[in-house]
């Protein structure tokens, strides 16, 4: 499975982006599909996560409210719509897919990675 990340970019503090995750391969829609970030100097971090079926979600507290995952399979692609986005949420974001069924928030449980795209909120 390979994964292509984007969508990223730079935003003021309140604003909006939504980022996008292709996937392309065998079967990649019966991944579980998550988004971690990595700030710098900070440890990657998981920030959502989405089961195959998109009808289980997981989500970091920190974006809990402002952050929405979802999934076309249909298009093989996943989503996170970031709202209210602070200077926090400053880092490089990168999607994972994982061969599960359920929802996966620990990073060595996941299989594929992206290579990641910047998000910059200014304040």
């Known amino acids: 499975v390979q994964l292509q990340a984007c969508g990223g970019g730079l935003v003021q503090a309140g604003g909006s982006l939504r980022l996008s995750c292709a996937a392309s391969?065998?079967?990649?829609?019966?991944?579980?599909m998550g988004w971690f970030r990595q700030a710098p100097g900070k440890e990657r971090e998981f920030v959502a996560a989405?089961?195959?079926?998109?009808?289980?979600?997981n989500y970091a507290d920190s974006v809990k409210g402002r952050f929405t995952i979802s999934r076309d399979n249909a298009k093989n692609t996943v989503y996170l719509q970031m709202n209210s986005l602070k200077p926090e949420d400053t880092a490089v974001y990168y999607c994972?897919?994982?061969?599960?069924?359920?929802?996966?928030?620990?990073?060595?449980?996941?299989?594929?990675w992206g290579q990641g795209t910047q998000v910059t909120v200014s304040s």
């Open positions: 994972a897919a994982g061969d599960t069924i359920v929802v996966i928030t620990r990073e060595y449980r996941y299989d594929y």
């Open positions: 391969g065998r079967h990649a829609s019966a991944y579980g």
């Open positions: 989405m089961n195959w079926s998109g009808g289980s979600t």
